[in-house]
């Protein structure tokens, strides 16, 4: 049986890693910080680390920026499943870029290290954030963007973007030295039960009722499940031909913006009406668009900031095919049913 250390085993993907991982069979260990909550159990609310218990996961108290506490949670591990980072760190005096690059960089450095101690395989959760605006809306065409396009340079201030890039620029280094195994999978902006990012956000957007959309909302949006993006992360890191590759995860199926408010509305028990807003008309509200971008995105697409209309507008550029080729990914969770179970169990939850 193998042996499994997640790291943001408590958050969106990181807890889907989790229940993928327990569904096959596999040894799980979560890296926590909270060593208190270990000792001592539970916490009003919904809370992570209980969960975790709940599931049989070995909690190991540490954290990815403490180097002795990473290594030794990850002893005796087969794979480290790294899916913590930073997508909307609190505001900070440290400059704005340090927010992102110390616990995604330098916690992925930890990671590298880590698994090299011990002889562990690596999966990095990466980002589509990685190609950068200009690649992301190269083609015209419906999942245009794979992962053989060249990197474009990202804006100064993409810093998530950045970070992501940065982190898996380590990561691939570290395999082709020959340092340790590794392999890095792409979603675009994630969704499902225990979001804490876009779904909330999304949710707070429909509080009265009315969506608005850019011609109609019939463009594909550049979503993905968390599910499927878990299920794409264990079936990498157990493919030894993946060692070294990196996958996009991001168009498991095709949503509409329209039909996502309208299933989103269902979880939420309130009837979403689209509120319509011309292509044109998006132009000259541009600003308006990036605002309601980033605030949807939870800050996980600032990148796309100069691209907002194209992101709203134009179909999901992303190709997953290279997944669905090397590592028969092929996901099964419709939206009509899994984007309401999110709001649902947000709903429920908050």
């Known amino acids: 049986m193998p042996t499994a250390l997640v790291t943001g085993a408590t958050g969106l993907v990181g807890s889907h890693v989790v229940e993928r991982l327990a569904a096959d069979g596999w040894r799980i260990r979560a890296l926590v910080r909270e060593p208190q909550v270990v000792r001592h159990g539970a916490r009003s609310g919904w809370n992570g680390v209980d969960w975790l218990r709940r599931q049989g996961v070995e909690l ?27 997508v909307t760190p609190p505001s900070t005096r440290v400059h704005p870029y340090d927010a992102y690059r110390v616990p995604n960089v330098d916690g992925t450095r930890n990671a590298i290290a880590a698994a090299a101690r011990h002889g562990a395989r690596l999966l990095q959760l990466s980002s589509v954030a990685v ?4 690649t992301r809306y190269a083609s015209s065409t419906v999942r245009g963007v794979e992962e053989t396009m060249p990197l474009d340079p990202l804006p100064e201030r993409a810093f998530y973007a950045r970070s992501k890039r940065e982190s898996e620029e380590l990561v691939m280094a570290a395999h082709n030295e020959g340092r340790i195994w590794a392999t890095a999978v792409r979603p675009d902006v994630i969704f499902g039960p225990r979001d804490r990012q876009f779904v909330p956000r999304v949710a707070r957007l429909l509080r009265f009722g009315v969506a608005p959309v850019i011609d109609g909302g019939k463009a594909i949006m550049a979503i993905v499940h968390a599910a499927h993006v878990a299920d794409g992360a264990v079936r990498a890191a157990t493919c030894d031909a993946a060692g070294g590759r990196a996958y996009n995860l991001a168009n498991d199926f095709d949503v509409r913006w329209r039909d996502f408010f309208r299933l989103a509305g269902d979880g939420l028990e ?60 092929a996901p099964t969770l419709r939206p009509e049913s899994s984007i309401p179970d999110a709001f649902r169990w947000w709903r429920e939850n908050r």
């Open 60 to 86: 190991a108290a540490g954290d990815i920026l403490d180097l002795p506490s990473f290594v030794e949670a990850a002893r005796g591990c087969d794979t480290i499943f790294h899916t913590a980072a930073a």
């Open 131 to 134: 190609y950068g605006p200009k």
């Open 270 to 329: 309130r009837r979403i009406r689209c509120m319509s807003i011309p292509h044109g008309l998006a132009g000259t509200l541009l600003s308006i668009t990036k605002r309601t971008i980033r605030f949807v995105t939870a800050g996980g697409m600032n990148v796309v900031a100069t691209a907002s209309l194209d992101f709203m507008s134009r179909d999901n550029p992303f190709n997953s095919d290279r997944a669905r080729r090397e590592l028969g990914w």
